[in-house]
């Protein structure tokens, strides 16, 4: 029927919304986990929206200041956020 069609079109583009969304999100944690663009607030942000206990969030965002102080501190940190995401 014409509903069903209507319904099955809606759901297609349901799923291609959320395929999409799904990649920027993807491409723009990429990008704050970038250490040659460090952007601390960029990646304590990404700490926060993830969904990781609260102590290794605590742990990965004092690395990050940590980072932001001291540039030699950057890969380090930045590697340790892309492990604990699984990255």
Known sequence: ????GDAA???TEAAGD???AA???????AAAL???AFDAAKVTALIDGSSLDD???ATLKAGVEAA????AKVADAIAAVKAALGM
């Open 34 to 36: 970038d250490p040659a």
């Open 68 to 71: 932001a102080a001291d540039p």
């Open 55 to 57: 102590a290794t969030k």
């Open 23 to 29: 990649t920027d999100a993807v491409a723009d944690a």
């Open 1 to 4: 029927t014409e509903a069903a």
């Open 18 to 20: 959320a395929a999409a």
């Open 9 to 11: 079109a809606a759901v």
